[in-house]
């Protein structure tokens, strides 16, 4: 995304900020995109959280063959590993997959049936009707979807250690409990709010300012999930630098 694409970026955020016509019309689309953002994900979220849980608790306990560590740290690891990294950051990078393609192609397909020139025509603010409400329902859903992915990351991890013997299950949950830092969730859930904001806008953005027919709009779907995903990982190190 070049400075001439940034600065058309926050003319759009600017647009959709402005105040809407009827709130009433905006309550029930913000509904509606919190039942595709959220629930629609949780199946998805909790199949990944559950097995890369699972996963790290193995690779762990495979590289702690020291009799001087105790078991315990493998449940603590696997605790600040998954709240601090990889419940947001997977979290997100598989939101971008599913949800900023499906909006991207939403929008961009609008723009060259023309839909979006007929709202205008009407007088109806299509930055504020189209992208906001995706927009609140991204910022609200992503952090619960990011907690229940940290909580099954956690479970998977206990299940996959015990199931394979690695850890006992009081190691575990003694790993898990022992100098919790709750700071930790908070970071989290930063992170999970920023990243509910690059998943719904900037495949907003892509899809907004298409041009062409079918074709262009497969390309800029493709394009808002790359460029989602180098955003949420550039942000994921400047909130972490600057939080942690």
Known sequence: MNFTNFGKYLLLLKAVFRRPEKFKIYM??????????????????????????????????????????PKTIIGSVTRDSSILELSPTITAIVLAGKIGSAIS????????SEQIDALEIMGINSPGYLI???????????????IFAMVLSITGGYLGGTLSGAVTPAEYIQGITTDFNPYTIVVALVKAFVFGFIITTVPAYEGFYVKGGALEVAQASTRAVVVACISILACDYIVTQLLL
């Not at 595709?36 to 306990?61: D, H, K, P, R, Y």
């Not at 192609?105 to 060259?112: A, F, Y």
């Not at 906001?132 to 990011?146: D, F, N, R």
Request: glycine share 10%.
């Open 132 to 146: 906001l409400p995706k927009l609140i329902a991204g910022i609200t859903m992503v952090p619960v979807l990011v």
């Open 28 to 69: 029930k689309a913000i509904f509606q995109q919190m039942d595709f953002i959220g629930v629609g994900s949780l199946g998805l979220i909790a199949i990944i959280s559950t097995f890369i849980g699972a996963v790290m608790t193995l690779q762990i306990a495979f590289q702690l063959v020291s009799d001087f560590i």
């Open 105 to 112: 192609s939403e929008i961009g397909t609008m723009r060259v």
